[in-house]
């Protein structure tokens, strides 16, 4: 990952206070994917599998949405307040992100 560039190094991200909850969902998500394969391993049931794939995407997709949710009531909303270029750019990010899941 890299360092966003765009906000300062004092400034706090919208998700900062819920920080160590995405934490351990990320964690628990990571030891799904780490399960998955292990029954490819294993040779498990093509169906058991793309329900186990189907878990991580849906709880992947909830944590996504949570961070979007913070960023929108952080970071977009103290841009728009403050106004001018920076609440544009906000703008058209959060767009962007949005576009980005609806794909996924």
Known sequence: MSDDSTTPPDETHGYSAQKENYAKR????EGQVRGIAKMID???????????I???NSALQSVALGLLDEHL???????VAA????????????SAA??????S
């Open 98 to 103: 949005i576009a980005r899941l609806v794909r």
């Open 54 to 56: 189907s878990a991580v």
């Open 26 to 29: 990320l964690r628990r998500i």
């Open 83 to 94: 106004g001018g270029a920076d609440a544009d750019a906000k703008l058209a990010e959060a």
């Open 73 to 79: 009531g952080h970071c977009v909303s103290h841009a």
């Open 42 to 52: 294993e040779d498990k049931y093509c169906i058991d599998v793309l329900t186990q």
